[in-house]
């Protein structure tokens, strides 16, 4: 109860003013002066630990009314069953009023209010008196003087400088496209989660400290270029965008303060894979300073400012997040807590969240480093996780590999370990003999034609549900009209390159042949369609790649000038996607739907 009276933060409701136009307003409330309906302190016995476990996980799913309760609960825990009579007590807190830095303070806070009221017999001592004896560090000012005096700081042309360097540096950014194991990504972020654990060996460990010291960087730059290269790998993308946390208390005033001071920084990552790597490592340090040079602009605000449309799906921006962890000890280590008669346990002893689709943690003791990999079990699964760790690990031995003082370039390191490689290639062993295919004059368009002609060779079997060669929902296409619909669809790509063909232009007529090794783009559902435009592509002698809709649209149009594709079969709904941020070469769209009709 004294700490909650030390600390304003932790006895705040939020409520209209009904003074000042209903406003929202900040409420500090007397803790003598606290309602049935803001309890403080609630009691709860239970006849086992199975019920418990279930009554704690229970308080950590129970959800705050800020406008009549204050942001923490507190519930003891009694187990008729303890023989021990031990006395558990859970705190719950919203986050709006405590980060990962208010943890060490609440837990000091409270460890000597304890051992004081635990000793003490002297009764009626006022809280002056108590905060005498405690030697608490004296708290000049509370979140709420924090609140106003960064509304009145941030204001004005210091604002605007903040808002006009983060627009600029995330101008055209692009979001990560990671694949995941589950096929949908959920319309709601589920906030289920995981977290693997691994460590570092005191070799690698010291490689990676001693390596940085050379470099002038920190070891959380060191470590980050790391993730970010296995993000760009396991991506395709060389601009990639990862959270980071700064804890954002840059006032000595707010070192011994409990409050939600943390800010999230976006740092905008972009790979160059022939610079060298030393050269790398160095500009994600300029970009990890750069950015906390310009943390002060709350994450609520830059997302405003971009006018990033909402989408419950996923966290705006970024979906990634790496945090070094020794970044947000509060206490030095002559105040470090030691605890004698009691324990402090995580709520992860009862449920782990994820907030982001991953976040990467790491821990650097002595010795070694230490990391986790926090994930979304509604996006991936266990496996995936333990591989994308196992890849970090390789790619972090790769970084401390390199004999030439980090000349290596980034194009040239070995991306996956030996067994990864093994792995794969055993994956790959899909060698199958297919005698149709001994004859070496006969392309794949030439063996479907061949089995065509052999499903109708025997004209008195007229039964067409034997000869059945797509099924779509409650489509269905014979091995004879997918034959004829593919003929049509590769005529008319032949005709649409010809119709535009100026003949006084004959240096151009390459452009308007599909000649071999040609490229044909395919943007479409996965319909019966699909299966008749690759059939089409390879009758007409080209090849094709599959873009994926739900691309952004300039991705989309990297493949598209990347491959030098002469047409695109597409769905009529896409074509604005090309219209709109259309390719450097000219390209004949299609759009199937027509066809069909």
């Known amino acids: 109860k004294e700490v909650v009276y030390r600390h304003e933060i932790l006895r705040t409701i939020i409520k209209e003013d009904v003074n000042n136009g209903n406003e929202l307003r900040q409420f500090i409330i007397d803790l003598d002066e606290i309602q049935d309906e803001q309890i403080l302190f609630e009691f709860e016995y239970c006849l086992n630990q199975n019920e418990m476990d279930l009554k704690i996980i229970k308080l950590l799913n129970d959800e705050f009314n800020l406008r009549k309760e204050i942001p923490v609960k507190i519930v003891f825990f009694i187990n008729l069953e303890d023989k021990d009579d031990n006395i558990y007590v859970g705190i719950l807190f919203h986050h709006i009023c405590f980060d990962g830095w208010s943890t060490q303070i609440f837990i000091r806070d409270l460890q000597n209010y304890y051992e004081f009221f635990n000793n003490q017999k002297e009764e009626n001592l006022t809280k002056k008196n108590i905060e005498i004896s405690l030697n608490l560090p004296v708290l000049s000012i509370q979140y709420k003087d924090y609140s106003i005096w960064q509304r009145e700081y941030l204001s004005g042309t210091r604002l605007q400088k903040l808002i006009d360097y983060w627009k600029s540096k995330l101008e055209f950014f692009e979001e990560l496209n990671l694949i995941y194991d589950c096929q949908l990504r959920p319309i709601q972020f589920d906030y289920s989660g995981d977290e693997i654990y691994f460590e570092l060996n005191e070799n690698v460990s010291s490689k990676l400290k001693l390596n940085a010291r050379k470099l002038n960087v920190s070891l959380y730059s060191y470590l980050l270029s790391a993730f970010s290269f296995v993000l760009s790998n396991l991506t395709n993308q060389n601009d990639i965008l990862i959270g980071t946390p700064v804890a954002n208390r840059n006032q000595i005033e707010l070192d011994n303060l409990i409050g939600f001071f943390i800010n999230m920084l976006v740092l905008r990552i972009k790979i160059n894979k022939s610079d060298h790597l030393c050269d790398y490592i160095q500009n994600v340090s300029s970009e990890v300073i750069n950015s906390q040079v310009n943390q002060e602009l709350p994450f609520e605000r830059l997302v405003k400012e971009l006018k990033i449309q909402r989408d419950t799906s996923k966290h705006p921006i970024f979906q990634i997040a790496f945090i070094i962890n020794n970044q947000f000890k509060s206490l030095s280590n002559k105040n470090k807590i030691e605890l004698d ?98 004859d070496i004059n006969k392309t794949l368009k030439d063996i479907f034609e061949d089995v065509v002609e052999k499903c109708y060779c025997n004209k008195e079997d007229d039964d067409d549900d034997e000869r059945i060669a797509v099924v779509y929902d409650e489509i269905k296409l014979t091995y004879k009209q997918l034959n004829e619909k593919s003929n049509q669809l590769a005529n008319y790509m032949i005709y649409s390159l010809n119709s535009t063909f100026d003949s006084n232009k004959q240096d151009e007529l390459n452009n308007h042949k599909i000649m071999p090794d040609d490229i044909i783009a395919l943007l479409q559902h996965k319909t019966e369609w699909m299966i008749i435009s690759i059939l089409s592509v390879w009758k007409v002698g080209a090849a094709y790649v599959p873009i994926d809709p739900s691309y952004p649209d300039e991705r989309i149009k990297f493949i598209l000038n990347d491959t030098k594709s002469k047409i695109i079969l597409l769905n009529k709904e896409y074509s604005h996607k090309i219209l709109l941020n259309p390719p450097l070469n000219n390209i004949n769209i299609i759009e199937i739907d027509d066809i069909e009709t």
């Open 341 to 438: 008669d009691y324990n402090i346990l995580s709520n992860k002893e009862y449920k782990i969240i994820s907030k982001y689709d991953l976040t990467a943690s790491i821990n650097e003791t002595d010795n070694s480093i230490k990391g986790s990999i926090n994930y979304s079990t509604k996006l991936f699964n266990k496996e995936t996780i333990v591989e994308l760790i196992n890849n970090y690990i390789h790619i972090l031995n790769e970084f401390t590999n390199d004999e030439n003082n980090m000349k290596i370039r980034l194009n040239e390191m070995k991306l996956i370990d030996q067994i990864t490689k093994d792995k794969i290639n055993e994956w790959n062993k899909t060698d199958k003999d297919y005698p149709e295919l001994s």
